[in-house]
T-cell receptor, first 114, second 110 residues
Framework: KAGVTQTPRYLIKTRGQQVTLSCSPI?????VSWYQQTPGQGLQFLFE???????NKGNFPGRFSGRQFSNSRSEMNVSTLELGDSALYLC?????????????FGPGTRLLVL | QKEVEQNSGPLSVPEGAIASLNCTYS??????FFWYRQYSGKSPELIMS????GDKEDGRFTAQLNKASQYVSLLIRDSQPSDSATYLC??????????FGAGTILRVKS
């Protein structure tokens, strides 16, 4: 089975711009979660989508948003980029949210905001 | 108290030794636990998951969960230089939200 894929892998933007990142989960996985990883804050949960519905949201400002399509592919959008948004953005997929269910991470999108 | 806490290390062990990585957690993330390994510049990859008290073994890896002490650990036997990485402990408060510790850097010296 193919793993989680994310596009693009690298991105350079300037402050004030917006960006859209894409994630394709493992085939058959209906849950997609997004995380931000920075050296200072570590790995932090952004939000989770299941069957096109956002089920969980982390403590990030409203500039961070996402959506999920009927084929389980997901996108996240960051508007009005700030320097502090420079990070590795990771997408993870799982079949369901059962206690023992595992999340598998994609390779990530590295975003640099100048 | 942070939801998941790890000693950031680095933890240095000689090749062939046992590496012991530890993690404590708060009541809010007590459903299940995961250990991920992350090489520099790469994304996290799952090593072990555990959600019942006791030990769970997979090859050279053993995860231990002690719910009474709110403590989860990962033992790596016969450590190899290729095990050098950052090890992330994650707890699950509910749904598919994972809460990660800061990660422990492991260095295996040959």
């Amino acid at each position: 089975k193919a793993g989680v894929t994310q596009t693009p892998r690298y991105l350079i933007k300037t402050r004030g711009q917006q960006v859209t990142l894409s994630c394709s989960p493992i085939s058959g996985h209906r849950s997609v979660s997004w995380y931000q990883q920075t050296p200072g804050q570590g790995l932090q949960f952004l939000f989770e989508y299941f069957s096109e519905t956002q089920r969980n949201k982390g403590n990030f400002p409203g500039r961070f948003s996402g959506r999920q399509f009927s084929n389980s592919r997901s996108e996240m959008n960051v508007s009005t980029l700030e320097l502090g948004d420079s990070a590795l953005y990771l997408c993870a997929s799982s079949i369901s949210d059962a206690v023992q269910e595992t999340q598998y991470f994609g390779p990530g999108t590295r975003l640099l905001v100048l | 108290q942070k939801e998941v806490e790890q000693n950031s290390g680095p933890l240095s062990v000689p090749e062939g030794a046992i590496a012991s990585l530890n993690c404590t957690y708060s009541d809010r993330v007590s459903q299940s636990f995961f250990w991920y390994r992350q090489y520099s510049g790469k994304s996290p990859e799952l090593i072990m998951s555990i959600y019942s008290n006791g030990d769970k073994e997979d090859g050279r890896f053993t995860a231990q969960l002690n719910k009474a002490s709110q403590y989860v650990s990962l033992l790596i036997r016969d450590s190899q230089p290729s095990d050098s990485a950052t090890y992330l402990c994650a707890g699950r408060p509910g749904g598919n939200k994972l809460v990660f510790g800061a990660g422990t850097i492991l260095r295996v010296k040959s």
